[in-house]
């Protein structure tokens, strides 16, 4: 008896323990315990096989037939729910008769699984719900600032002021700024939203990344002089480095950057470009500023659409707020990183990899 016990014991321990061995174990125990007490009863040698085949044959059944049918039928329609998949024939078959039944040790392992995998998807869930609610929060301020602003020297006009030679031409031009403002918005929305869709390709191709940094300095040359800024490349990083990217989509991404830096700079201070070799296969290029710095807090987010970290005076310098958030599509449309560092009373940094050069 010690001895079935202990073997039933071993054999629970096992982790594939399958239905039907289950069954085997347990009528053999009942049955051989029924035999020996039908032993003392009656000393017949018969009785005692009579009621071990009878016992063990009604307990095998009935045990394997509620292990088989209720049991392991609510584990599978767990794992239907789970999964949200319906077998074929064929795999009902493979999965009952072929591949070992799962211990309820390795189901529960698995419903934990995906347990932590379902509140990973409703803490992603719930963050894009916060981001698509500040996102729309911030579109429709966005739209509203020119629009009213139209809509305010519009009205003016309509109710006499277009007859006033001193005011009507000051108030169309101003209408025309808030305008050029809202072409602006919806250009930079509507190529953010062809970059996330993958639907402006990447036209790549080498070129000295130092030349294109040069054309920007010089496009921008009237803003820096309007602020007394100073743009140079970083002593020992002229020597020309060659990058294989999308030239005029990279250009667009340095003109934001060093319009940023323009724009949030200090007055009379300077606007810096730096360019290395990571490694045999990457550049990367950074452009920095000597101006008042972006607080710690604010640079994990500062790459959102329309995030501002000083709104007050973001609002009197201007802009759609999407420039960072462009610079970053951009980028990571090559498959490379961009990132952004920060002390505040010392200056910002904006750098990002590129493919190095074919042949270089």
């Known amino acids: 008896m010690s001895t079935v016990l202990n073997t039933k014991s071993t054999v629970l321990n096992t982790k594939n323990l399958s239905p039907r061995l289950l069954s085997f ?16 009863l009656q000393p017949e040698w018969y009785i005692p096989l009579i009621v071990f085949a009878i016992t063990f044959v009604v307990i095998y059944w009935i045990y ?38 799962k211990s309820l040790d390795e189901v529960s392992e698995e419903v934990g699984r995906w347990a932590l995998q379902r509140r990973d998807e409703i803490n992603m869930l719930r963050a894009n719900e916060k981001f698509r609610k500040e996102f729309l929060a911030n579109l429709s301020h966005e739209l509203r600032t020119p629009v009213f602003t139209i809509q305010g020297y519009v009205d003016t006009l309509l109710n006499g002021a277009l007859e006033d030679p001193a005011v009507n031409r000051k108030f169309l031009t101003n209408a025309t700024k808030s305008i050029d403002r809202l072409t602006r918005l919806l250009d930079d929305l509507d190529e953010i939203s062809k970059l996330e869709s993958g639907k402006m390709p990447i ?27 100073e743009m140079h490349i970083k002593k020992g990083t002229e020597r020309p480095l060659t990058v294989y990217a999308d030239k ?27 360019f290395y070799e990571v490694d045999d296969k ?8 000597d101006g008042p710095g972006i607080a710690e807090e604010h640079l994990p987010r500062i790459f959102e659409r329309f995030y501002r970290a000083d ?31 920060s002390t505040q009373g010392v200056g910002s940094s904006f750098g990002f990899t590129l493919e190095k050069g074919r042949g270089e």
């Open 25 to 40: 174990i347990t009528a053999l125990i009942i049955s051989v315990i029924n035999a020996l007490m039908s032993l003392v």
């Open 64 to 101: 394997y037939y509620t292990l088989q049918r209720f049991i392991y039928r609510k584990i599978k329609l767990i794992y239907k729910l789970i999964f949200q998949t319906k077998a074929t024939k064929k795999e009902e078959f493979f999965y009952n008769n072929i591949l070992p039944q």
């Open 203 to 229: 036209i790549q191709e080498s070129f000295v990344i130092q030349d294109l940094v040069k054309d920007v300095f010089e496009e921008l040359s009237l803003q820096a002089k309007a602020r007394s800024i």
């Open 248 to 274: 005029p989509k990279i250009k667009q991404v340095l003109v934001n950057l060093v319009q940023n830096a323009l724009k949030y700079g200090s007055e009379n201070g300077n606007v810096t470009a730096g």
């Open 282 to 289: 990457h550049v990367y290029v950074e452009i920095s500023d």
């Open 311 to 341: 709104r007050s005076r973001s609002r009197e310098i201007g802009g759609t707020g999407l420039g960072l958030a462009i610079v970053k599509h951009i980028i990571e449309a090559h498959n490379q990183t961009v990132t952004a560092r």
